[in-house]
């Protein structure tokens, strides 16, 4: 295999999902399996929804994930730059090379004539693609059109009359038929380029090997493919990973709890814990065992395991798993990661005094074992520091009222004291 480079390539319009982080794992093991490099590209052409929050939160939560990057936007590298804003005479320089070769025309129509074509493909019972009325302007035409003041958007001319055909990873032969197609947008008006265009420009500067990505994305593929085939590029490798489906089977959202990495990090689960669960979504290490430290995936990750068929996601299965990797962790570091939520509750000082982290550690040590959480170490620990409890009101209105029953508990307390 020639030198294996991957990319994870975010749209910073968002935090980082449980999706987004079992693609970049995936990515991040195919790599280090390899011995090849692991880039991180930004795609924020998308510049309405990119917010730098939402850039800083998904570096942040791969970070606390370990999966570490060696070439990307922070640290550079030999490919940069590696926010796609800042490639933009890349994308230009290709697209006038496609308009040179005649590959590519400029279209003017506004998206209100588009809205229109479409609307008229529709009533007359024709396929809803553009119909290309701009393919052949000519120069002449193109200048009043452009002292109007449009502003053209660049379109790729596709033979519709053959179909596409991807050799996918783990999806085998895929085919798209020729009809699906059309002279789809490589430039839009704005000068910015569309995903398809800048991620096929991009794959080939940064000589990507391996395109491994959500299963979201082969209906663009075939448009991919036919900008490499344009532009004379050598194709890489493609592996669509198959979708993370509800336990109802619809699509994950927030409705079925926690779906960031973040909201993880805050609710106090172990990155060890997410990473295991994550990669058993869709890939099998071949065994029969679920619990597998990090370099062991390393050593077994193969597309060849990773399947076709959607993995469901099982909330309850990821916090047993974050509660077996609470009890194996090391004692000291646990006792770290929970001192936060022991302050939040007025627990312990912050900084704890030395007498306070020791008992701390004593308290995780017992208690990690009964919850699943850092969290739920906390919260299930507060009767080792204080006599105040919050009973339930009507339990304790059913229990506590009974006649006699105090001088029973006190004589009960006598017999364990004895
Ligand atoms: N920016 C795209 C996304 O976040 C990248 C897709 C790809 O890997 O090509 O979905």
Redesign the pocket.
């Known amino acids: 295999m020639s030198r294996v480079r991957v ?5 910073p319009t968002g935090a980082l999902h449980v999706g ?1 982080a079992r ?1 970049a794992l995936f990515n991040w093991l195919f790599a280090r399996h390899h011995g090849g490099s692991f880039i991180l590209r930004i ?1 924020d052409t998308d510049t309405e929804r990119s917010t730098p929050e939402a850039l800083s939160q998904i570096l942040s939560s791969l970070r606390w994930l370990g999966l570490d990057w060696d070439e990307g936007p922070d640290i550079g590298g030999p490919f940069g730059p590696y926010r796609q804003t800042e490639r933009l005479e890349f994308y230009r320089e290709a697209a006038s090379r496609l308009l040179a070769a005649g590959r590519a025309y400029k279209c003017y129509c506004t998206p209100e004539e588009l809205a229109a074509q479409r609307a008229e493909a529709r009533r007359l019972g024709k396929p809803v693609a553009y119909d290309g009325r701009c393919a052949h302007l000519s120069a002449a035409r193109q200048a009043a059109l452009e002292a109007e003041g449009r502003k053209p958007a660049v379109r790729l001319k596709v033979a519709r009359d053959r179909a596409v055909v991807l050799h996918d990873l783990i999806r085998g032969e895929v085919v798209f038929p020729g009809e699906v197609l059309e002279d789809f947008v490589l430039m839009k008006a704005n000068g910015l380029p569309t ?1 398809n265009f800048a ?1 096929v420009v991009d ?1 080939h500067a940064m000589a990507i090997s391996h ?4 299963e ?2 082969l209906s ?1 593929t075939p448009k991919q493919v036919l900008v490499y085939e344009a532009l004379g590029h050598p194709m890489p490798l493609f592996a669509h990973v198959p979708m993370i489906l509800a336990p109802d089977r619809s699509k994950l959202s927030k409705r079925h709890g926690a779906t960031s990495v973040e909201e993880y990090r805050a609710d106090g689960y172990l990155p060890e814990a997410l990473l295991n669960y994550l990669a058993l979504l869709g890939w099998s290490p071949g065994g029969e065992e679920e619990f597998l430290p990090l370099e062991e995936m390393v050593a077994r990750f193969s597309l060849e395991r990773v399947s076709k068929n959607p993995a469901i996601y099982d909330q309850r299965k990821i916090t047993w798993m974050n509660g077996h990797y609470l009890v194996w962790a090391d004692l000291e570091r646990v006792t770290r990661l929970c001192l936060p939520y022991f302050q939040k509750l007025e627990l312990v000082g912050a900084p704890p005094t030395e007498a306070e982290w020791k008992k701390l550690k004593e308290v995780v040590g017992l208690v990690r074992d009964r919850v699943k959480t850092l969290r739920e170490v906390a919260e299930a620990s507060t009767y080792f520091f204080h006599d105040r409890f919050d009973y339930d009101p009507k339990g304790v209105a059913r229990h506590f009222q009974v006649p006699g029953r105090a001088a029973l508990l006190a004589r009960v307390r006598e017999r364990l004291a004895d």
């Open positions: 990319r994870f390539a975010p749209s987004g693609t795609d995903y991620c794959d395109v491994i990505r959500a979201e994305h663009n």
